[in-house]
C-alpha cells in the first residue's frame, strides 16, 4: 500500500494534469453539444413562423385569419425553444412572446383580433399586416445568433 502511495505521489503533477484535461475535455464536449441542440432547437423554431411570415407578406388574406389556426403551433414552439435562450435573454423573449401574441392587460388572454382588418381601410390592412409581421420578425430574431 505504502508503494501504490509512494507511486501517485511521486507522479502527482501527471494525476492533476490529466485530471485537469479530463475536466476541461468534458465540459468542451458538453458545450459542443449543448451549442448543436440550441442550434437545432433555433432551426426549428424558425420553421414554425416561416410559412406563416411567407404567406403574411404575399397574402392578401386577413392576418388574423392566418396566424389564428398556427397559434397553439408557436405557443408550442415558443415553450419548446425558451429553455435554450442565454438567461439574460428570456425576459425580453417573452416579452416580445406576449406582445405578439397577448392582450396588453390580460396576459393570458390570447388576442391575435389585433391583427385582424376585415372591414378595414387598405391602409389600415396594410399597418396590420406590417404589424404583425415586425412582431414575428423581433421574435424571430432571438433564434438568428443561436
Known amino acids: 500500500m505504502k508503494e501504490i502511495l509512494d507511486a501517485i505521489t511521486g507522479q502527482l503533477p501527471a494525476v492533476i494534469g490529466g485530471l485537469l484535461v479530463a475536466g476541461v475535455s468534458g465540459y468542451l464536449l458538453w458545450r459542443n453539444t449543448f451549442s448543436n441542440r440550441r442550434a437545432s432547437a433555433a432551426a426549428k423554431f424558425r420553421a414554425t413562423f416561416a410559412d406563416d411570415l ?26 419548446e425553444y425558451v429553455q435554450f435562450l442565454r438567461w439574460f435573454r428570456r425576459k425580453s423573449f417573452v416579452r416580445a412572446w406576449h406582445q405578439y401574441a397577448y392582450h396588453d392587460r390580460e396576459k393570458n388572454l390570447q388576442f391575435l383580433t389585433q391583427y385582424s382588418a376585415k372591414g378595414q381601410s387598405v391602409e389600415e390592412k396594410k399597418r396590420r399586416r406590417d404589424l404583425a409581421i415586425a412582431r414575428l420578425n423581433n421574435l424571430l430574431s432571438y433564434a438568428e445568433h443561436a
Open 54 to 79: 411567407s404567406r403574411l407578406r404575399n397574402s392578401n388574406d386577413c392576418p388574423a385569419d392566418i396566424l389564428s389556426p398556427r397559434f397553439p403551433a408557436h405557443e408550442a414552439a415558443v415553450t
